[in-house]
């Protein structure tokens, strides 16, 4: 742990367990456990809490498949101790294996600040044994463990990093689900565990089960993350072949990259769409490969029939992106829109307005604006005012108007030193990049 985290957790974990300590004097023990049925619970607490699996972008466990049990069926006074001594032994196989540091043991006296809430609501209203008629205070103290928890959860939050509020309440939602979900569970089987503690063992068969399908989705997500990665090299690679065969077309596409990657923060693109965005701007010109390199290179305007064999290049490239498959051949299916005009007069298949991938407008619009404003062997590049006023003038005819309006909007806005290259090496390497486009798209203006 860095200083500070030391710090935050040494004083939580402090704080902790002076709490439970005058919760276990103070509290008067009014049920009487066994203690062969408590060191059960525990044990079973440390057990269940093994079982990880990933949830909505966040890390959950059935925890309250034990914590229930716990609260309801165990010693009320020692319940915030015996939280923490379960959270120790599930953390050492951690230990043992050294995916955790040794360090890391204070964590379980920090972490367990949300079994404190529930404690306090059940010592005050109901410290007795479980019975069916307080459900209203069993109730209560399910939410005093929800607000325990997001509220310790937001202290910590903003203790190590700053994190904004809504994030830290996104995370909580996010496992306050699965939580939710077994809450209700935990208490049917605690009432019926009342007189026969046997029947907590009914839990088993459903842990295991969650076990499997943890392991299951483990083994998933590394596959996933396998693919995606290989999916990322293959753009890097494809990137690689076009900067050997055209280094204009290279250095084009990776600024085209930069500029789609601010208007797509302009227009609110969902981040389930960038990514498929930003490969289909690094390769809308991928299928230049294929055109012969007299066209390619001519040093003068295309004759009718050299500028038909250029259209070819969006279906060259869907097809070199096809039989990749999975991403990139949804990514193909954007690169062949590329030049598809918002009047239908574009090609390959003159499709009107929205029916064009609303990704292959963003790319269209971003790649007239930088070929409008990049030296050309047969011009000179245009200033910013020309580019975007030219833009403007074909707004509604060759480009969607929104995303007109949103390329404006961030040309106007600022420029940065911040080189196309970093911006590209950022996004296939799944780095945090930055929005804005190069000042040398924007120095004519």
Not at 119 to 138: D, I
Not at 177 to 200: G, K, M, N, Q
Not at 393 to 417: C, E, H, K, L, Y
Request: hydrophobic residues 50%; contains cysteine.
């Amino acid at each position: 742990m860095e200083t500070r985290e030391r710090l935050v957790t040494a004083l939580s974990a402090l704080t902790f367990l002076a709490t439970a300590i005058a919760i276990a004097v103070l509290v008067p023990d009014e049920r009487h456990v066994d203690p062969v049925l408590t060191i059960a619970l525990v044990a079973g607490f440390a057990l269940i809490l093994q079982v990880r699996f990933e949830f909505g972008g966040y890390f959950g466990s059935p925890e309250q498949l034990a914590i229930v049990p716990l609260m309801l069926l165990g010693p009320l006074p020692f319940v915030p101790v015996l939280v923490a001594a379960a959270g120790i032994l599930t953390l050492l196989p951690d230990f043992v294996r050294g995916t955790w540091h040794r360090e890391r043991w204070i964590n379980s006296f920090a972490d367990s600040w949300p079994c404190i809430g529930p404690v306090v609501v059940l010592a005050l209203l109901a410290p007795g044994p479980l019975e069916a008629g307080h459900l209203e205070v069993y109730v209560l103290a399910a939410a005093a463990q929800f607000g325990a928890d997001v509220t310790w959860g937001l202290i910590r939050n903003h203790l190590l990093d700053g994190h904004p509020v809504r994030e830290g309440l996104r995370g909580f939602a996010g496992t306050a689900r699965v939580d939710a979900v077994f809450i209700p569970i935990a208490f049917v089987i605690s009432l019926a565990a009342v007189h026969e503690p046997l029947y907590l063992l009914v839990m088993v068969p459903l842990v295991w089960l969650l076990q499997l399908f943890s392991i299951d989705r483990r083994e998933r997500y590394t596959k996933a993350l396998e693919l995606q990665r290989a999916y990322r090299g293959t753009v890097m690679l494809l990137s690689d072949v076009i900067e050997s065969e055209d280094r204009y077309t290279a250095e084009h596409s990776r600024s085209v990259v930069d500029l789609v990657n601010a208007v797509a923060d302009q227009l609110g693109v969902p981040e389930t769409d960038r990514q498929e965005l930003e490969f289909a701007a690094m390769l809308h010109d991928v299928g230049k490969i294929a055109i012969p390199k007299d066209i390619l290179h001519k040093p003068a305007a295309l004759t009718e029939s050299e500028f038909e064999v250029i259209k070819t290049h969006t279906i060259e490239g869907q097809f070199m992106l096809d039989r990749v498959g999975g991403l990139l051949g949804r990514v193909g299916e954007i690169v062949r829109s590329c030049h598809e005009r918002w009047d239908g007069t574009g090609y390959p298949d003159g499709l009107v307005g929205k029916e064009i991938p609303y990704a292959s407008r963003i790319v269209f619009c971003c790649d007239a604006y930088n070929a409008m404003t990049t030296n050309r062997v047969y011009r000179g590049a245009m200033s910013t005012a020309e580019a975007i006023a030219e833009l403007k003038a074909n707004s509604g005819t060759q480009f969607d108007p929104a995303v007109v309006a949103a390329v404006n909007t961030v040309v106007r806005a600022r420029a940065t030193t911040t080189s196309a290259a970093d911006e590209v090496r950022a996004v296939l390497a799944s780095a945090p990049r930055p929005r804005e486009f190069p000042a040398a798209n924007t120095a004519a203006g």
